[in-house]
């Protein structure tokens, strides 16, 4: 049933006035401005995958008693379609996006969805907001294709109902300071994941667990939180939706290694450039006193954030509960820069695509 759905194509009768969305994009923040429609696929344990659609953008109707409102079944993707400078619309490594959906899906007991789907309803959503992909640097089409458990019962067991469905965000720069360094607070109160736990899949509920820590963050004046590990609060893990690297004065380059973290594309994506670029890349568990001696020994040179909402963003101190650490000079380093430039390139079509990484939409 589900190998060959067919989209339903219905146009917003009413779609945000040409003039006005042009105005709307020249003053792009991040996750406030919504395009004109969305993509849907039902599942039901009888039918699997069926009414896929894309149609104007509007609320969803649920049940009260919709089982993600009570116990949280829900799982979602972080992707982006670029205009490139031939005026392409470019997805990057959207396969990777729909194979981490369906290992989130797995984690959460819920069905997994065929790949070429989901890549379905995300090339059909851009190509129908097309208008909506802003160009400029550093602007993009923000994709959040989620999937929440809709049917109605109380009672702890896997939903037998889910809607899936892909949103769009045309957005800017993911952070309001720009390109400057940022400053994070490394909380040692809060974990964000356990073995055994949830910590690999990209559900909402570890993002709900997050936002104390995060609130803590912001009271001491930092843009994100840095987790260590659970067990021993001793390990630096990630931030709470950006994986992190270690660049040290000998070329070498350290970044925690999968587990309890979440397995970040644009992590794979730098590792893979950085070995390219002559780099010595470790997956290994680095110590948040690892951290402190070798910034006090000026051995580690450089510090930055990776995901797909930020891409890079250097770290120029880090706080914590008696102290801070600053990060070389605070500016952002040379390491971070062409790892940063060399992965937007490849994403806007200025440096090759040797890796076929780029998948043209239209
Ligand atoms: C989404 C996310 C990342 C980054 O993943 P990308 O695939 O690079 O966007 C890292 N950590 C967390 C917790 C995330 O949610």
Redesign the pocket.
Known sequence: MSANLTFDISRNPNPMPPAERQKALEHLGFGTLFSDHMAIIEWDAATGWHSARVAARRPFEIDPAAAVLHYGQEIFE?MKAYRNGEGQLVLFRPE??AR?FNASAERMAMPPIPEALFLEAVEQLVRVDADWVPAGEGASLYLRPFMFASEAFLGVRPSQKYIFSVIACPVGPYFSGGAKPITVWVTEDYS?AARGGTGAA?CGG??AASLAAQARAYEEGCAQVVFLDAAEQKWIE??????IFFVFDDNRIVTPELGT??P????QSLLTLAREEGLEVSERPYAFADWKADSESGRLREVFA????AVVASIGEAKFEGGSLRMGNGAIGPVTERLHHKLTGIQRGTEADTHGWVRVVS
């Open positions: 972080g990777e996006n981490r964000r990209k570890n993002y990630e931030l709470g939706g950006m994986n973290i979440l970040g594309i644009t992590r990776c995901g797909t909402a």
